[in-house]
């Protein structure tokens, strides 16, 4: 199921924001660090006008998104029961948005290795290019996590970060948003202290 990297087109992608709730806070490690992350990448998505859609796992229990994400701008904000995001009224939504699939989907929230991971996974199975923001993913052990990650690159996805996914869809020093994605990234991303293998090689990535 493997499918090709490609350039993100801001026109055919979208940025799938799964379920950062406030509920979570206390039994994520790195919770704060992947907010600072996924706001970045969020405020980018915005400033770049890539389309957002927002779930949220069980909300009545499990709380709204974080305060600290702007997601005003996203064209569904869902609560939700099944864990993989791509639930109908999710895919009614990405219909309207393309006319059919988009290209390209950036994926990233909690938790990796049930939520993030089985979004993942209906998406390929709609030969959807999958790019997972592994510094904008948690698990409650870090080892769900890392183990997730290396089963959705087995499985087809690209796992990337933050800062590859913004600098990609910008492409050129000489674009017209490329002011306001400086500002943003002139900070670097928050380091999410992903695994590595006995190899040096990072968990998720490519055996070279």
């Given at each position: 199921?493997?499918?090709?990297?490609?350039?993100?087109?801001?026109?055919?992608?979208?940025?799938?924001?799964?379920?950062?709730?406030?509920?979570?806070?206390?039994?994520?490690?790195?919770?704060?660090?992947?907010?600072?992350?996924?706001?970045?990448?969020?405020?980018?998505?915005?400033?770049?006008?890539?389309?957002?859609?927002?779930?949220?796992?069980?909300?009545?229990?499990?709380?709204?998104?974080?305060?600290?994400?702007?997601?005003?701008?996203?064209?569904?904000?869902?609560?939700?029961?099944?864990?993989?995001?791509?639930?109908?009224?999710?895919?009614?939504?990405?219909?309207?948005?393309?006319?059919?699939?988009?290209?390209?989907?950036?994926?990233?929230?909690?938790?990796?290795?049930?939520?993030?991971?089985?979004?993942?996974?209906?998406?390929?199975?709609?030969?959807?290019?999958?790019?997972?923001?592994?510094?904008?993913?948690?698990?409650?052990?870090?080892?769900?996590?890392?183990?997730a990650l290396d089963r959705l690159?087995?499985?087809?996805?690209?796992?990337?970060?933050?800062?590859?996914?913004?600098?990609?869809?910008?492409?050129?020093?000489?674009?017209?948003?490329?002011?306001?994605?400086?500002?943003?990234?002139?900070?670097?991303?928050?380091?999410?202290?992903?695994?590595?293998?006995?190899?040096?090689?990072?968990?998720?990535?490519?055996?070279?």
């Amino acid at each position: 199921m493997a499918l090709r990297r490609c350039h993100l087109n801001p026109k055919r992608t979208l940025f799938l924001l799964c379920d950062v709730q406030e509920k979570f806070r206390t039994s994520m490690p790195l919770f704060e660090n992947l907010v600072k992350n996924a706001d970045k990448l969020t405020r980018a998505g915005k400033a770049l006008d890539v389309p957002l859609i927002v779930t949220e796992q069980y909300p009545e229990k499990l709380g709204k998104t974080v305060a600290q994400l702007d997601v005003s701008h996203a064209k569904l904000v869902a609560g939700k029961t099944r864990f993989s995001m791509f639930t109908p009224e999710v895919r009614a939504v990405m219909m309207e948005l393309f006319d059919d699939n988009p290209d390209d989907v950036v994926l990233y929230g909690l938790e990796s290795h049930i939520c993030v991971e089985q979004t993942a996974i209906d998406l390929l199975e709609q030969n959807i290019n999958v790019y997972i923001v592994a510094d904008c993913c948690s698990s409650r052990l870090d080892q769900d996590r890392d183990l997730a990650l290396d089963r959705l690159r087995q499985a087809g996805c690209v796992i990337t970060t933050s800062e590859s996914v913004i600098f990609d869809l910008v492409r050129d020093k000489n674009n017209p948003k490329f002011e306001a994605i400086r500002k943003l990234v002139t900070p670097p991303s928050v380091d999410m202290k992903l695994s590595r293998q006995p190899n040096g090689v990072p968990v998720g990535s490519p055996k070279l």
